[in-house]
């Protein structure tokens, strides 16, 4: 990845993967204890509560300390509310990255309709001296090292945990985010786990 003669390389960019996730007030499964033929139970609040959707970018580059960068939206199903991020939020996080990066980005992410409709594509295009955007196969979410990121997130504060309403799975959603961010290593171990790796030969 990033080779020399290549876009990363060319324009001493960033190389940058996307994706989202949602989470609901239902908590990931993972394991606990109990008493032999007691399974546990945990009452939470019906998946009309809303929903939380994280919109994540790891950012690599070659000499520099990997990054995450993310956006969070609530859907409280109140009236007039959009149920999900539109594509002026991801045009939003990718901006934020490129000013938080101070560099040209080389966006890799999925064939999301919200990825690939007119504006975001006339976005790209009018911004092509410092974005560029590469798609990846479809049904190719092993090749993204933004899962990793939402495996360490169900594996950590989110694993078993039954919130009491909204805001508190806000809470600790960023907490669990801002976590990996002060830790490049593990960000480094989602890139690893992808199996992809920056050659700069």
């Not at 961010?181 to 030969?201: E, K, M, S, W």
């Amino acid at each position: 990845m990033a080779r020399r003669g290549k876009t990363a390389a060319d324009l001493d960019a960033w190389v940058c993967f996307e994706d989202e996730c949602g989470r609901t007030l239902r908590p990931p499964a993972a394991r606990t204890w109990a008493p032999r033929g007691a399974t546990p139970v945990v009452r939470v609040p019906g998946r009309r509560a809303g929903r939380v959707s994280v919109a994540a970018m790891v950012c690599y580059r070659p000499g520099e300390r990997s990054r995450l960068i993310y956006r969070v939206h609530v859907y409280r199903r109140h009236a007039g509310e959009t149920a999900s991020f539109t594509w002026c939020d991801y045009r939003d996080l990718l901006v934020m990255a490129h000013l938080q990066l101070g560099a040209p980005i080389v966006l890799v992410w999925d064939n999301l309709n919200r990825h690939t409709c007119a504006p975001m594509r006339n976005f790209i295009a009018e911004n092509a001296d410092w974005l560029r955007m590469v798609r990846l196969p479809s049904y190719a979410p092993d090749l993204n090292p933004v899962e990793g990121v939402w495996s360490l997130l169900n594996r950590g504060g989110l694993a078993n945990l039954a919130v009491a309403g909204l805001d508190q799975l806000v809470r600790v959603v960023k907490r669990g985010l801002k976590k990996i961010q002060y830790r490049p290593h593990l960000i480094d171990g989602c890139l690893a786990g992808t199996g992809l790796a920056f050659n700069l030969v």
